[in-house]
């Protein structure tokens, strides 16, 4: 199988400053894979350089084999990269249906199968974005993504600071989007052990550069690489007070 998404040699960052040296991976069709790293390790970085609001120092990034390094984030964008950013960026002056409705392009992601992945979000179609919840934004953010019926999806820390349930809600949503749908997907995300399950392989970043890759299962089972390249202890992730990046 070809690949969809291929990184070589990337090195990126903002103004000057260089957060990305040499990354090179890349993502079959219809693969789903772990972005993990602590903070400040370059995660981030790496996501907005596939979308392309980051400043290009070397090397490339091809989708589908057509070369997009050097075109803008909208180009990107039409071309089948999704992109669903840790602020959300929802729409809160417009309605739920309003959001969906004003990005969709044609394919068979539908505001009518996102209301079906997401029931509370047809619970609240009429609602503003500001009236919703977290959970309930993040979900709209995935749904807006998917409306635009993308080649690949890029999700930075979708779980981030959701309360369980919700959590659980959105974990289910992401299974089925990936694993019955098919989704091409590289998913960001601090809680490891949760976004494995839902993935197919991983690769951990630090200090810019790919340090460790694995299939994810591989990586579950495998204590002492979640301890020393992540800090995740049978007790959960250790605390760290590094800025994101």
Do not use: C
């Not at 079959?28 to 790496?46: C, V």
């Amino acid at each position: 199988m070809p690949d969809l998404l291929t990184i070589e040699q990337l090195s990126a960052g903002y103004g000057e400053a260089v957060v990305l040296s040499g990354v090179s991976l890349s993502l079959l069709e219809g693969e789903a894979l772990a972005l993990l790293g602590r903070n400040g390790m370059g995660k981030t970085t790496l996501i907005n350089s596939i979308v392309g609001v980051t400043r290009y120092f070397a090397g490339t990034i091809a989708l589908d084999g057509a070369d997009i390094t050097k075109l803008r984030p909208d180009q990107r964008a039409h071309l089948g990269i999704g992109w669903v950013p840790q602020e959300r960026n929802i729409f809160k002056s417009l309605s739920v249906e309003e959001n969906l409705t004003a990005v969709a392009r044609p394919g068979r992601w539908t505001m009518d199968r996102v209301y079906e992945l997401f029931p509370r979000l047809n619970e609240r179609r009429r609602n503003l974005g500001n009236q919703l919840s977290g959970g309930e934004q993040q979900m709209l953010a995935v749904g807006r993504a998917l409306v635009l019926n993308p080649r690949v999806m890029l999700l930075d820390e979708p779980l981030e600071g959701l309360a369980p349930i919700i959590v659980e809600e959105l974990l289910a949503g992401l299974r089925r989007i990936i694993r019955d749908e098919g989704m091409s997907a590289i998913l960001v995300e601090q809680n490891a052990k949760k976004i494995l399950s839902v993935t197919d392989r991983a690769v951990i970043l630090e200090r810019g550069t790919v340090v460790h890759a694995a299939d994810s299962a591989t990586l579950a089972a495998d204590r002492a690489a979640l301890e020393t390249h992540l800090g995740v202890t049978d007790h959960g992730p250790r605390r760290s007070g590094r800025a994101r990046q």
